[in-house]
């Protein structure tokens, strides 16, 4: 990301979201009813003994073997770190391998290649381990100052920390933006991971991707990125006390079928005047669904980020969402809130095709 920028003066304009083409495999929309979420997850997103036949063929055939390998600090465990576990898998890896990661802090920069698919990280849910490192844009430019950078296929995360421990920016020097994730491979999906950082903490970059349960904290563009993304059930947590806050700046050029989406998640946080997203590119596509926003969000709710004429161009809707934050009456012309038929098709697994990869969180 660039140089912290201004906000906008709302202009008037009429917003058209483009809907996505639902798979006659993939499920209905997610129910409105918070209370439904569970036996609608577990009905659509069964496990990979159910699944057979209906999934990716690759898939189907790494997940028939799967193997673990332990990373444990007191050196119990095959690796001490995780950068020799993931050393350790092949290129062109065709298996399952799942990385049992011992509580902890692991203070190192991770970066996971295309070449490497199919690779879980897991932790205790009781005592999630820490994946932290303290990089900045001004020494690994923007994305990769990642701690986390993961570009192939078919990766899961589950109950794990993922930090960039580099201070807040002060907004008195260049590039300290400091990437905690960044997620440029196809079909990864998250569940219950928490996302730390200020500045650009998630970058979402590119491919097809699942997070649910998890926590994303930060203050400007802390969800940024081309990625095709559904957020399920996630915590958004503004700190917006200082500055400029944003909390997403969705990357979409022209008619790229990619976009954010997210479905019964909380915006919370500390101050006041954060945007939901701001026009970073020209086609930003967003959605927030059944979601509770509190007073963190400004009554203005989305930025054009100083250029007028994306106004006629953006996609930033808003659908039944509830709490202080989501009024619609101070709303700027060029958002939309939603009807059923619009929304619908950004709110269901097929957004992302999930019926042909997404598999419940490992055991």
């Not at 690796?79 to 092949?90: F, K």
């Not at 303290?134 to 100052?145: E, F, I």
């Not at 933006?177 to 998250?190: E, P, S």
């Not at 954060?274 to 669904?289: D, H, M, Q, S």
């Amino acid at each position: 990301m660039g140089t912290i920028k201004a906000t906008c003066m709302a202009a008037a304009a009429i917003l058209l979201l483009v809907s996505a083409t639902a798979s006659s495999n993939d499920t209905g929309p997610i129910p409105g009813d918070p209370s439904s979420l569970k036996p609608w997850f577990r009905a659509n997103v069964k496990p990979y003994r159910h699944r057979k036949g209906t999934l990716d063929p690759a898939l189907e055939a790494a997940e028939a073997k799967p193997r673990t390998i332990k990373v444990r600090q007191d050196g119990s465990g095959d690796y001490r770190t995780l950068t020799g576990a993931v050393e350790s898998i092949p290129s062109g890896n065709t298996q399952r391998v799942i990385v049992d990661i011992g509580a902890g802090v692991y203070i190192e920069k991770i970066k996971i290649e295309k070449d490497k698919p199919f690779i879980t990280f897991r932790g205790s849910a009781s005592n999630m381990p820490t994946l932290t490192f303290a990089g900045t844009a001004r020494v690994y430019g923007t994305v990769y100052s990642a701690t986390l950078q993961v570009y192939s296929a078919y990766f899961v995360a589950s109950n794990i920390i993922i930090k960039n421990s580099a201070p807040r920016p002060s907004g008195r020097l260049k590039e300290e933006q400091a990437v905690a994730l960044r997620i440029g491979g196809d079909k990864a999906a998250f569940y219950n991971c928490r996302l730390i950082g200020f500045q650009d903490t998630l970058c979402d970059d590119m491919g097809r991707h699942f997070f649910k349960n998890c926590y994303i904290e930060g203050t400007v563009d802390f969800i940024f990125g081309s990625g095709k993304s559904l957020y399920l059930a996630t915590t958004i947590n503004v700190l917006a006390d200082q500055g400029l806050a944003v909390i997403t700046a969705q990357a979409r050029h022209k008619e790229d079928d990619t976009g954010f989406s997210f479905v019964h998640c909380k915006v919370n946080g500390i101050g006041k005047g954060a945007y939901l997203g701001r026009a970073w590119t020209e086609r930003p596509r967003v959605v927030f669904a059944y979601t509770e926003m509190s007073s963190v969000v400004d009554p203005a709710g989305w930025s054009d980020n100083l250029h007028p004429e994306r106004d006629r161009t953006v996609s930033f809707g808003e659908y039944k969402c509830k709490g202080p934050g989501s009024n619609p009456s101070g709303r700027v012309k060029f958002s939309k809130q939603l009807t059923p038929q619009q929304v619908k098709p950004l709110i269901s697994l097929a957004y992302i095709e999930g019926s042909k990869w997404l598999l419940p969180p490992p055991k």
